[in-house]
């Protein structure tokens, strides 16, 4: 595909043209190309290893991409200095899947921490943001916690209403459902979807949770062996013709995605004595 | 709250026993008055051999230190070392036909410079030099000579 | 060929040092230049300053206490030979000032403090609490790193003091308390002898140079582990032994430069 102008885009905010990224000696990424459309949820997905973590990284610079493009509302951010990669991440909102909240900071010092760092308000103004942004997730009793006392669910909240402390355009989730019970799954999913849609926030998320991904997502993507196999809404990724999706949408064991690890003949392999 | 304010409080005690331990090192363990870089005067003595004396060895008067020795040198022209030593101010009533020695403390103990006070009414005063010394007594020449004596002894 | 091979390992690992060395170089670089940022955000310091300086001051106490007891015992029998037991606060003192003070402070600086900076560093990069801060436009380097650096710094000094400070009362206390060695000589030969920018200053260098050399290794090991609880543990060894190492060899070269004539 084409590179793109380096300038804001109407539709999309997120705009990647021939990503290529390895790892050490692991190439990651071969050529990826997606969009990622302002104000909707987009679900990138894909089996484990297929590098969808590393493309958030990549978004949020935290890994750096051996060739191609990545425009972040029109910012390249590969060629980014210092300072213009900060005011970026200000404006960028991002979950982690251990929900990477500071264990020496209560909740509350915890949704505190980017409005400490990032503003000059006063701290009757800091506590009254702290505590609609808790009373968001449903958390303002949870404030004297420490990390260490919450429950995985809801450290991923107080991560979701510390990554909305600054008031982003986008919030990045990384594995939001892993490892949850159905009824914060449940919570989570609702969570996104109201701030994606009451707050008019960019939503991209990386799992490999079939189901929950359709429910919540505008847009899919699927990632496999460093590539983009297919795109395109819940409901035509349901019906895709395409094995490769079929397999994992619908979690055949055996397809595109082999069962056995590549092995010799088994036959052969008995005989040898 | 008041686990921080506990904790920097703590903080501020440890830094205070440090620096009491610091200043208990500098005013108790060292002598910061007996310092040489204090208030003082310099003089000067030749000897033909000074033994085991040593930079900052003390001076003094009667068993009484009054002062350390800053530097020793050797003068090549004349084959003697040149030992200069600071003096408290206070001590300015050095006879000039004063005799330094080179003293031990005991069999092992340390070297040092004893003055040995004339009856002159004039002082010494910075940068003079005594005028007689006796140099340090080196055991093995004192041992050699009584072996020597002994044998030419019959 | 097994000459080759060793030929090889030692290329490879004399490769690694060099890398080690380069990028823990350009690390202390970024920690001083984050050193300013401090300003503003003092309270994190005093954070430090109580888990670095505060919570090792036990173990630093106890052992002075200990190392200056049995120092004034076994140099009092030796002494005792050659009647010359009067100057045991003057060879207490300096053997503790000089060397024992800050070496024997470094090592258990490593163990205790050295060891907790690079655990903590390390688990909270594996919980991806530094990738969080860097996400949010925040610095760990400046956040994370550079107080704990300087609360290292700051009280690898007073810690080394405090344990020559109680080492001498211990020695006081069985020397003269229990042995019986005269007051007075015992303070006034350490005063006559220990001088205070010859041997306490120097000293007092010392430890700081092993401040910084602890606390350098202790933040480098924390913040480059790999983010596993395996790699945690090993970075966490790596800082004790690295530490011990560039603690001896360096006090190998500090005593030449400042004693060496």
Not at chain 1, 154 to 161: K, S, Y
């Amino acid at each position: 595909m084409d590179l793109l102008t380096e300038k804001p885009d109407q539709e999309y905010l997120v705009q990647i043209r021939n990503l290529n990224c390895s790892i050490g000696k692991r190439v990651i990424h071969k050529g990826i190309n997606l969009d990622i459309p302002r104000g909707k949820v987009t679900t990138i997905m894909g089996p484990s290893g297929c590098g969808k973590t590393t493309l958030l990284r990549l978004i949020g610079r935290q890994v750096r991409a051996d060739s191609g493009q990545i425009l972040v509302d029109g910012v390249n951010v590969s060629r980014l200095d210092l300072d213009g990669l900060y005011a970026l991440r200000k404006r960028m909102g991002m979950m982690f899947q251990s929900g990477a909240l500071f264990t020496h900071l209560t909740v509350f010092d915890n949704v505190a921490f980017p409005l400490h760092e990032h503003t000059r308000l006063s701290e009757s103004m800091i506590r009254h943001i702290v505590l609609m942004k808790l009373q968001a997730v449903g958390l303002r009793g949870a404030r004297d916690l420490f990390p260490g006392e919450l429950s995985g669910g809801m450290a991923r909240r107080v991560a979701l209403a510390r990554a909305i402390a600054l008031d982003p355009m986008m919030i990045m989730y990384d594995e939001p459902f892993t490892g949850q019970d159905p009824i914060t799954v449940g919570i989570i999913m609702q969570l996104i979807r109201l701030l994606n849609d009451t707050l008019g926030i960019t939503s991209i998320i990386v799992s490999h949770d079939v189901q929950e991904v359709c429910t919540i997502s505008d847009q899919l993507y699927m990632l496999s062996e460093g590539k983009v196999i297919s795109h395109g809404t819940p409901d035509e990724m349901q019906h895709s013709s395409s094995d490769a999706v079929q397999q994992f949408m619908h979690a055949f064991p055996d397809g595109p995605v082999a069962f056995h690890y590549p092995a010799p003949d088994y036959y052969e392999d008995l005989i040898q004595a | 709250m008041h686990d921080t304010r506990n904790r920097e409080i703590a903080v501020g005690i440890f830094v205070a026993i440090g620096l009491a331990a610091l200043l208990m090192l500098s005013l108790q363990v060292s002598n910061i008055s007996n310092f040489t870089g204090g208030e003082g005067y310099t003089l000067s003595a030749r000897f033909d051999n000074i033994g085991g004396l040593k930079v900052k060895s003390p001076v003094r008067i009667g068993g009484v230190r009054i002062g350390r020795i800053t530097d020793i040198s050797y003068d090549e022209k004349i084959y003697e070392a040149v030992v200069t030593m600071r003096i408290q101010q206070q001590q300015n009533r050095i006879p000039d036909d004063t005799i330094a020695n080179i003293y031990t403390a005991g069999l092992l103990g340390e070297q040092y410079i004893g003055l040995e006070p004339g009856g002159s009414e004039t002082f010494l005063t910075n940068g003079d030099e005594f005028s007689e010394t006796t140099s340090a007594i080196v055991l093995e020449r004192l041992i050699g000579e009584a072996i020597f004596s002994k044998k030419n002894d019959p | 060929m097994k000459i080759l091979d060793s030929f090889q390992r030692l290329g490879q690992n004399s490769e690694r040092l060099f890398a080690h060395t380069g990028a823990s170089s350009l690390f202390l670089l970024r920690i001083l230049a984050g050193i300013p940022s401090l300003c503003g955000h003092m309270r994190l310091l005093l954070q430090q300053m109580y888990s670095v300086g505060v919570q090792t001051l036990t173990i630093i106490s106890v052992s002075g206490l200990a190392v200056g007891m049995v120092l004034g015992l076994q140099m009092y029998n030796i002494l005792v030979d050659i009647s010359a037991e009067n100057t045991l606060g003057h060879v207490v003192a300096l053997s503790l000032v000089r060397e024992l003070g800050p070496v024997l402070t470094g090592l258990l600086f490593a163990g205790r403090a050295g060891s907790a900076l690079t655990a903590e560093i390390g688990l909270m990069k594996a919980t991806d609490q530094l990738a969080g801060m860097e996400m949010m436009a925040v610095d760990p380097v400046k956040r994370v790193i550079v107080p704990r650096f300087v609360a290292g710094v700051i009280s690898m000094p007073l810690l080394a003091a405090i344990f020559s400070a109680v080492g001498i009362l211990g020695s006081y206390l069985v020397g003269v308390d229990l042995l019986g060695v005269d007051e007075g000589a015992f303070w006034s030969r350490m005063q006559a002898h220990v001088d205070l920018y010859g041997d306490v200053l120097n000293g007092v260098i010392k430890s700081l140079v092993f401040g910084i050399l602890v606390a350098w290794i202790a933040v480098y090991e924390g913040y480059h582990a790999e983010a596993t609880t395996e790699g945690v543990s090993q970075a966490t060894t790596r800082t004790v032994v690295h530490s011990a190492f560039a603690i001896l060899g360096m006090d190998f070269i500090l005593t030449g430069l400042m004693f060496g004539d």
